[in-house]
């Protein structure tokens, strides 16, 4: 281990904190789960999961310079193993073990839009003001949140979590692991409408981040949306304090102005009283309206706002999330997920871009239920209100929406996204701008991916 590297855990204290065994002595300055971003120094965890069992990779662990694995077999390795019941179990037991020995501000993120953004931007503004550590990624499910919490460094000041889930019943487990001190429901919207009977389940499913948090902790909630009063109640029931944000004049974080631009947002606030303008980087009201969460946050965190503000107009948009790749033609990567609300944000986006013209490179949203069909209809409206040139879906619910498009905006339909490629890849020309959004199961990844081999065959070219 490099004498730069912190040692964030040792096999003595591990041992006790797993009642496991380690072969032998080690110490690590990071966990892994994942071979792949493995660096040198880190305690691999072998993981059993739907997409593999990381005790497979072992070998590869030990060749890229793992301290120690974290196991559940009795296995031949090179490494230095801890063998425990269940190296999930484990990995709560260290992240457990990591929250009680540190003293940071917990706060925690979810939402059906915008949690990875706010989460990012939360990281943002906070390294300014003391150590900060956070979920990289969307690490926000029954392993993600675990692993944030077990490579917290004991001399963290603020610890930044994104909570997620799919299902009832799977946020409350994870609030109770993190304890947040601060949570940010960013909104709630129409998304794993497959498994919800309505969106106030939905709401009441997010609500389960209160059910861990510490007594007089305090929620942040957007005052703008329909379930403001029916969250807002629950978490007085919980004994936590609600802080609103959004247009309400009655919202203790308040936007009072907002001016979109192409690329840019300028933005006029109240934040408990105290009124401070700034600029995003990164177009959309969502973002802005997000960003007076991220303020409320550091606010009641006791840190410095007008800092904090400095602080987001250097924000960037996190990858397949808006995310922009500028050369002959403009790529804006929303890859990462979708459901109808941030599809039509995307859009609007998009509708304010600068380019010759305005493509949607478009797939399907997944887990919209019986509502799938008519979902993705109702997008020809966004289209059309925002002045997009040309249209790119695929998926078999797009195919509905792409019968319902003008001629002019057809650009090509195909069932997958890999045989959509060569249909954009073909009509992109110099100056336009294209935004490329779909659910992550849709995997549209690709078509950004291709794009920006076009984008740099162009530039090639052009030298």
Not at 304 to 318: C, G, I, R
């Amino acid at each position: 281990m490099g004498k730069n590297m912190m040692i964030l855990w040792n096999s003595k204290t591990a041992d006790e904190i797993t009642d496991g065994i380690s072969s032998k002595p080690w110490e690590c300055s990071g966990i892994s789960i994942d071979t792949r971003t493995l660096e040198k120094g880190d305690l691999f965890v072998a993981l059993k999961g739907e997409s593999g069992d990381g005790h497979e990779f072992l070998q590869e662990a030990a060749r890229k310079g793992a301290s120690a694995a974290l196991v559940s077999q009795d296995i031949e390795s090179s490494l230095p193993l801890l063998k425990v019941k269940d190296t999930l179990k484990a990995l709560e037991e260290l992240g457990i073990a990591a929250r009680k020995r540190c003293s940071a501000t917990r706060i925690a993120v979810t939402g059906s839009v915008g949690k990875t953004s706010t989460k990012d931007a939360l990281k943002w503004v906070f390294k300014n003001q003391g150590p900060t550590h956070g979920s990289v990624a969307s690490y926000n499910n029954h392993w993600g949140v675990p692993l944030t919490l077990a490579r917290m460094p004991q001399e963290t000041k603020f610890a930044i979590f994104e909570v997620g889930m799919n299902h009832k019943g799977e946020i409350s487990p994870l609030s109770r692991m993190i304890i947040p001190q601060i949570a940010i429901i960013t909104t709630v919207v129409e998304a794993h409408a497959a498994f919800f009977d309505s969106v106030e389940d939905i709401a009441r499913a997010k609500a389960e981040i209160f059910e861990g948090m510490e007594t007089g902790g305090f929620v942040i909630l957007n005052q703008d949306n329909p379930h403001f009063q029916l969250l807002s109640q629950m978490a007085q029931e919980h004994s936590l304090k609600v802080y609103g944000f959004g247009k309400s004049e009655n919202a203790n974080f308040r936007l009072l102005s907002w001016e979109g631009e192409a690329e840019k947002s300028n933005v006029d606030t109240e934040i408990e009283g105290q009124r401070i303008s700034y600029t995003l980087p990164v177009p959309g009201v969502h973002w802005a309206l997000n960003s007076l969460a991220v303020l409320g946050a550091v606010h009641l965190a006791g840190a410095d706002v007008k800092e904090a503000a400095q602080s987001l107009e250097t924000v960037e948009a996190p990858s397949g999330r808006g995310r922009r790749y500028k050369g002959q033609f403009t790529i804006i990567d929303e890859s990462y997920n979708a459901n109808p609300t941030s599809m039509r944000a995307a859009l609007a986006v998009l509708g304010k871009g600068n380019g010759k013209r305005k493509v949607a490179v478009i797939g399907d949203m997944r887990e919209m239920g019986d509502m799938s069909r008519a979902h993705h209809e109702s997008l020809l409206d966004s289209l059309i209100e925002n002045k997009i040139d040309l249209v790119f879906c695929c998926g078999p619910y797009m195919a509905y929406l792409y019968e319902q498009l003008p001629e002019s905006m057809k650009g090509g339909y195909a069932p997958t996204s890999l045989e959509l490629i060569p249909l954009v890849l073909q009509a992109i020309k110099s100056g336009d701008i294209v935004s490329v959004k779909a659910s992550l199961g849709t995997r549209v990844k690709p078509i950004v991916e291709a794009l920006l081999d076009l984008q740099s065959n162009f530039l090639k070219e052009a030298s």
